[in-house]
């Protein structure tokens, strides 16, 4: 290749990906902020009720399976639901506590 296509291959590769390292900050920002207001307003009206909250973080799901038991094939994603569904089904006995998940599906929470 010519010095020049190089100079131009280099120039328009620099701005692809600056432009989408931008693109990707901003969608970071933008879901944590989306996802931290709606929990946020959730457990601020459920307060107001004078319940005790509790927030259950059911972590990994969807593409993200966690670690995975190399004889039993059971990948952590499918634990981790199945204990915090659980474990909100025993909270929900008690009338004064409110209960609220990250998910109850398996699906990927970016």
Known sequence: MSKRKNKFVLKFLTGFFSVLLVISIYNVFYNFNVRENSIESKVKS???????????????GGNDQGTQNLYSGVVEKDITLEIGMKIEQILKEDSSIEVLTTRTTDVYLS
């Not at 459920?46 to 990994?60: N, P, R, T, Y």
């Open 46 to 60: 459920v307060s107001e009720e004078d319940k005790d909250v509790v927030v259950i973080d059911i972590g990994h």
